[in-house]
């Protein structure tokens, strides 16, 4: 068909094709360019935003701490303990569980929001709670799911010696932005 066409019906469509190829090419490389820009601009949002709910979450984990500190340091006795564990729970709805621990590990003093509190109880002197607490000023544990709440676990050593810790399950929903 090409053959028997003139030399001019030739060029028009080589020139055609040439072209739909040069117009085909530049559509290809233009949506690349879009893409990587799209991309880039995506990625920045998205660092800024965890970046953002990183300050949330610090702060957030920091004012937990700051209160529960105030619980180890202002109770030395049992009865003490279990009033400022009661007004710890009152104040800072994120706590779903506080647990005093002996310089042991034995749990002295157990309470759970919306339950009566407990006396005396579980071993915990092989948990990870119980041991990140020895020697440092605040261990966190990592984020665990009971139901569909994340939860994180921070324990904090009393003041003297012997004294034991407070472990206290912290309920993140909180930090959700719904």
Known sequence: WIRRRSFF???????????VLVVAVN??????????DTTEQLVKSQAADAKSAAGR?????????????WATRASSTLD?????????????SAINR????????????????????????????EDPRFKGAQGKPVWL??????????????AMPHSGRNAGSTVAEVNLRFLSPL
Request: aromatic share 16%; hydrophobic share 45%.
């Open 141 to 154: 544990s990592p984020i665990y799911f009971d139901g569909p709440d994340p939860f994180m676990a921070i």
């Open 98 to 125: 506080l647990i005093y621990l002996d310089s042991n590990g034995r749990e002295q003093l157990r309470f759970v929001r919306d339950q009566q509190p407990v006396v005396g109880g579980v071993d915990y002197s």
């Open 9 to 19: 019906g030739k060029f028009i469509v080589s020139f055609v094709t040439l072209i």
């Open 57 to 69: 979450i610090e702060q957030f984990i920091s004012e937990t701490e700051r209160q529960i500190s």
């Open 27 to 36: 559509g290809a490389f233009e949506a690349w360019f879009a893409y990587r």
């Open 80 to 92: 003490q303990r279990w009033n400022d564990y009661a007004l710890l729970l009152q104040q800072v």
